[in-house]
């Protein structure tokens, strides 16, 4: 069994940056993609930002230029960037990784408990 806590969460004003982090905690484990996605009032979860375990990265329109992803492997830690906040970006976060487990051999997809982040106007 794998957990997924983030950190990182609050208030800020438009322009303000925040960073978010999620670590995965477990045994004997692997992680391949982690990714942040977003659930905003009234809206359908989206794909904010993933990373793949050898880097590679891809955005939401809405958050390119504006966010980075990136990941800490030997911590098994996944972090996002915020700045330039808007009103907007205003949303529960949420981490997510694929992860491959070293004494049954599946890969499980694992969610965190989410994180809320407002953006004040």
């Known amino acids: 069994q794998v957990q997924l806590v983030e950190s990182g969460g609050g208030l800020v004003q438009a322009g303000g940056s925040l960073r978010l982090s999620c670590a995965a905690s477990?045994?004997?484990?692997?992680?391949?993609?982690m990714g942040w996605y977003r659930q905003a009032p009234g809206k359908q979860r989206e794909l904010v930002a993933g990373?793949?375990?050898?880097?590679?990265?891809n955005y939401a329109d809405s958050v390119k230029g504006r966010f980075t992803i990136s990941r800490d492997n030997a911590k098994n830690t996944v972090y996002l960037q915020m700045n330039s906040l808007k009103p907007e970006d205003t949303a529960v976060y949420y981490c997510?990784?694929?992860?491959?487990?070293?004494?049954?051999?599946?890969?499980?997809?694992?969610w965190g408990q989410g994180t809320q982040v407002t953006v004040s106007s």
């Open positions: 997510n990784a694929d992860v491959y487990s070293d004494t049954d051999y599946f890969l499980r997809n694992y």
């Open positions: 477990g045994s004997s484990f692997k992680i391949n993609r």
């Open positions: 990373i793949t375990s050898g880097g590679s990265t």
